[in-house]
């Protein structure tokens, strides 16, 4: 019987230790990258921001374009798999590439914040690695050696907000791997490429994982704009609807455009001031993909183009 009651205790134990650590928001990752990704908020339930990614472009001598795609990719993979964001897949249309804003100092994101914004675009993600390399160390006796690769990279990774219209946020984030094999001296050459570009790529993934949980504590604190795209009768037609995670009987604040404060010694612009709130809209009814309508709720006059942010 005693024996029965310690083995009831211990399988008890087991069972809330399981529960407690599947409970958990976020599983950390070790330096290698080996560890699974920051997992799901489960309790998100706001509107989602829609975000531009532009082509991340690749800086060192080794990998090429491809990186650059790789990176950009990882981060596309890894923000639709939070579902807390909406990539517009029209962003290169409107910016470019991460590039072509390296080359004119961000000037064309500010150039262009308007654009965005009556686009419905909320922040703009961009970036370009900094450095990637690879080096191996290998046993040289006998017909089979061990071979040890090490592969780092750095990614430069910014967000330029597009109703502060101006830049919040800059990090470079390093990641490293290592991995072990067994190769014949006389290997194939062609294979042995193929196996240094694979781990580049794993690398610079692992990198663009890592800036995953620093994206989400930047958006947070970065507002959610709508717009209203037309005007039909008592009807007012929102840019955002079902998939952006709008809810039929939301309360919308519609808002005036912002004015652009510049400092007055440097004549730098300091950012974009909050439009003059000019009543409420209440949601009916959905249209299109991600389209909403909305009645007056309160308030005076509403005019197409009108900024909308929840109440």
């Known amino acids: 019987m005693r024996t029965s009651a310690i083995y009831k205790s211990l399988v008890g134990f087991l069972v809330v230790t399981v529960l407690v650590s599947c409970s958990l928001g976020t599983i950390e990752r070790n330096p290698h990258g080996r560890t699974p990704r920051v997992e799901q908020r489960r309790h998100f339930n706001g509107v989602k921001k829609k975000v531009a990614l532009l082509t991340f472009f690749n800086e060192s001598p080794y990998g090429g374009?491809?990186?650059?795609?790789?990176?950009?990719?990882?981060?596309?993979?890894?923000?639709?798999?939070?579902?807390?964001?909406?990539?517009?897949?029209?962003?290169?249309?409107?910016?470019?590439?991460?590039?072509?804003?390296?080359?004119?100092?961000?000037?064309?994101?500010?150039?262009?914040?308007?654009?965005?914004?009556?686009?419905?675009?909320?922040?703009?993600?961009?970036?370009?690695?900094?450095?990637?390399?690879?080096?191996?160390?290998?046993?040289?006796?006998?017909?089979?050696?061990?071979?040890?690769?090490?592969?780092?990279?750095?990614?430069?990774?910014?967000?330029?907000?597009?109703?502060?219209?101006k830049e919040v946020f800059t990090d470079t984030i390093k990641a490293f791997t290592d991995d072990s094999s067994y190769r014949f001296f006389q290997g194939d050459r062609d294979s042995k490429l193929e196996y240094r570009r694979d781990l580049l790529r794993y690398v610079v993934k692992v990198a663009i994982r890592k800036s995953i949980g620093k994206i989400l504590s930047v958006s947070e604190k970065l507002d959610w704009v709508g717009r209203v795209a037309k005007i039909m009768g008592n009807r007012i037609y929102i840019n955002a609807g079902r998939s952006s995670g709008i809810n039929i009987g939301d309360i919308l604040k519609v808002m005036a455009e912002g004015q652009e404060i510049f400092d007055p010694e440097t004549g730098a612009m300091i950012g974009v001031s909050k439009g003059e709130v000019k009543g409420t809209i209440e949601i009916v009814e959905f249209f299109g993909p991600d389209g909403a309508i909305g009645m007056l709720h309160s308030g005076g006059t509403v005019h197409e183009n009108d900024f909308v942010q929840l109440y």
């Open 65 to 165: 374009e491809d990186l650059g795609i790789t990176a950009t990719e990882e981060f596309r993979r890894e923000v639709n798999r939070l579902g807390e964001f909406v990539v517009d897949p029209m962003a290169n249309k409107i910016f470019g590439s991460s590039k072509e804003i390296y080359a004119g100092g961000g000037v064309k994101l500010v150039q262009l914040s308007r654009k965005a914004k009556v686009a419905g675009v909320n922040f703009v993600v961009f970036g370009r690695i900094v450095d990637a390399r690879i080096r191996e160390k290998a046993d040289e006796i006998g017909l089979v050696r061990e071979t040890k690769a090490y592969a780092e990279a750095k990614i430069e990774i910014r967000i330029f907000d597009v109703n502060g219209n």
